[in-house]
């Protein structure tokens, strides 16, 4: 079953596209690819590494909140939160706060987390010896590092997610991005909401 989108998120129609060869060689592409619920996993290294495995996840919009705020509830007490408009080339880190108070914070956001296409954030606890970070894309699906392979695995089975191997993701074709305030007018728009990050817990700290 095709993975439910953001409604801010869509592949453009041919029509809307470039008449270019490669471009309508990708869009033929997009129309027979994998992307569902579902999650990959990569636990080979070259090199040593501050995480043990590294996952990307699928999951339907409806559902994302949930997954992050259980994937969250399994970090360390303090972790910090990542945000960044599209446009900047680096992401901005918050000062550390206990989990369920920026969970609490995010929370009434919910909406603009899940749906505003125009901005990237994560969720991050990094010492000198372990990583564990959830980055949801600004296409909404995630990107998670973390340490313990097993207890990651029950989290996805308690979402009935399983490990895909050749899942695709929206982000490898062309997409069109919506501002959500034009859908949703009830939302904080994107600069507002990353201002509001930026007062609560701006003191941008080093990872």
Not at 108 to 128: A, C, K, L, P, S
Request: net charge negative.
């Amino acid at each position: 079953m095709a993975l439910l989108l953001p409604p801010t998120i869509r592949t453009p129609e041919l029509i809307d596209t470039p008449q270019d060869q490669s471009i309508l060689d990708i869009m033929e592409r997009r129309l027979n690819a994998n992307i569902v619920e579902g999650y990959t996993i990569i636990n080979q290294f070259e090199s040593e590494q501050l995480y043990s495995f590294y996952s990307e996840i699928n999951i339907d919009n409806n559902r994302l909140w949930h997954l992050i705020k259980a994937l969250t509830v399994d970090f360390p007490d303090e972790v910090a939160l990542i945000y960044y408009y599209i446009d900047d080339e680096e992401p901005k880190y918050g000062e550390y706060v206990d989990k369920f108070e920026l969970l609490n914070f995010l929370a009434n956001y919910e909406t603009e987390v899940v749906q505003d296409g125009f901005f990237n954030f994560g969720i991050i606890n990094n010492t000198e010896t372990e990583l564990q970070e959830i980055f949801v894309h600004r296409t909404k699906y995630i990107q998670y590092w973390g340490m313990d392979e097993e207890k990651f695995k029950v989290i996805m089975d308690n979402f009935d997610l399983y490990e895909i191997e050749n899942l695709n993701f929206i982000d490898e074709y062309p997409i069109q991005t919506t501002v959500l305030s034009v859908i949703n007018t009830d939302v904080t728009n994107t600069l507002d909401l990353l201002k509001l990050f930026e007062s609560r817990y701006g003191n941008e700290q080093l990872t």
